[in-house]
């Protein structure tokens, strides 16, 4: 098996060096940046409420989201909660490289929840128990979109090339979690997640083999294909302080998470002659998320109004990669990466008279990846509202929109990404 491995990295080694050589190369060249960037900086947010409330929560939720946002937030609940929910992301996707430009959308509709909370009864204070099951990341992705382009062959010929790069997938968040009165103005609480999922990429880059120079010897197409589960741990601790009926405060702290990579990867190619080659082989690579902590501040001016602002902190240098079986460069993929402050400010209005709640929010969730430039870092604006049906059945959905604009001149590459997102839960409160 050892053998193997040392046989296959001396191969992709070989690949490299032609392709870095060859003129076919240039283009894919340009692709070792974005290839590299470990999709694991972008968490989604959590809660149609915190959503609309500019993502929100560390200090304002009060429902059964609690469980994956602030868990110290259950204890809120006086009465037993089962809800769930429906998400649909699209990401619009412009831009150019080497001259040529490109232009994609990709859109995927997935279930976003599934919560469940139990409030014991007690002498005194609160004590919540609740499971949920909540979508933390959706890799679909047509990254770098497909584009193609044309260049002068050592002879003179004009080629033409295409290539692009997918991916797929999304994590999901099985979480245990438990909360309780500390005392009349402190809340705690503590969750347990085993988060799985499946991970897919794929490569490919062909050239027209009609226009090949003749002194070219060598690949007329390329490509890859990666099909892994993921699995890991993470805990996370929370509390609220109500400093007075107008102020609250909530804290979270996240631990880190190992995630465990278990798939297979198909290399395969087709040579001048028309003759193909392929290689697969099964690799488990490892990813640990770095610690990340933040706090929350919500105010209550009126009993009509909630103003609210979190900061979240992850120092994404920290994150650590393990490569026994993995041909990719494990160091282009680790230094890239740099700490971000998510900002998040939100506000929510309860018509008078009305069983009715607006939203609006704002928040900025900067790129951690700095193999790229970054032009305009990332943001968003949301939207959202909440009506309550006869007593028992609350129904809540939120909108969101923003993106980032991002360039490298060492790739003659720029890209300008839209993004939106719409969430619909439904809770039922016996």
Not at 102 to 122: E, G, I, K, N
Not at 167 to 178: K, V
Not at 372 to 383: K, M
Request: net charge negative; aromatic share 16%.
């Amino acid at each position: 098996m050892r053998t193997e491995h040392r046989t296959a990295r001396v191969q992709l080694i070989v690949l490299l060096l032609v392709l870095g050589t060859a003129p076919l190369a240039q283009a894919y060249d340009y692709f070792i940046a974005p290839i590299n960037e470990i999709p694991l900086t972008s968490r989604a947010v959590v809660g149609a409420r915190a959503m609309g409330m500019g993502g929100v929560a560390f200090a304002v939720s009060d429902d059964a989201s609690a469980m994956t946002t602030n868990p110290a937030g259950l204890a809120r609940l006086r009465r037993v909660e089962l809800s769930g929910g429906l998400s649909k992301k699209k990401r619009d996707l412009t831009g150019s490289t080497f001259g040529s430009d490109f232009d994609t959308s990709v859109s995927s509709t997935r279930l976003s929840s599934m919560r469940f909370a139990y409030p014991f009864p007690t002498f005194r204070g609160s004590l919540v128990l609740g499971l949920s099951v909540d979508q933390m990341y959706d890799f679909a992705d047509d990254f770098l979109a497909i584009y193609s382009d044309s260049y002068e062959g050592t002879d003179g010929n004009i080629v033409d090339q295409a290539e692009g790069y997918l991916q797929d997938g999304a994590i999901y968040s099985w979480t245990l979690s438990g909360a309780f009165d500390a005392s009349e103005n402190v809340s705690l609480g503590v969750s347990v997640a085993w988060w799985t999922g499946d991970y897919r990429q794929g490569f490919q880059w062909e050239a027209d083999t009609d226009d090949l120079p003749p002194d070219y010897y060598g690949e007329t197409a390329y490509g890859f294909r990666t099909d892994s589960s993921v699995s890991g741990f993470q805990a996370k601790f929370g509390t609220l302080f109500y400093a007075s009926d107008k102020i609250a405060l909530g804290f979270v702290l996240d631990t880190p998470v190992g995630l465990t990579f278990n798939g297979y990867r198909e290399d395969y190619g087709t040579y001048e002659d028309e003759s193909q080659w392929y290689e697969g082989r099964y690799f488990r690579d490892k990813i640990t998320i770095p610690f990340g902590f933040g706090g929350g501040i919500a105010l209550y001016p009126t009993d009509l109004i909630v103003i609210g602002a979190d900061v979240y902190y992850t120092d994404w240098s920290e994150m650590r990669y393990e490569w026994p079986d993995n041909l990719l460069d494990p160091t282009s993929r680790r230094l890239p990466y740099e700490a971000t402050t998510d900002v998040r400010v939100g506000a929510e209005f309860t018509v008078p008279s009305w069983p009715l709640r607006l939203r609006g929010g704002y928040m900025t969730s900067p790129l951690a990846y700095q193999g790229l430039e970054i032009d305009q870092d990332r943001s968003y604006f949301t939207v959202g509202a909440g009506v309550l049906i006869d007593t028992v059945l609350t129904i809540d959905f939120a909108y969101l929109w923003g993106g980032f604009e991002r360039s490298g001149d060492g790739y003659d590459y720029s890209e300008k990404s839209d993004e939106t997102a719409f969430l619909l839960e439904a809770a039922y409160r016996f």
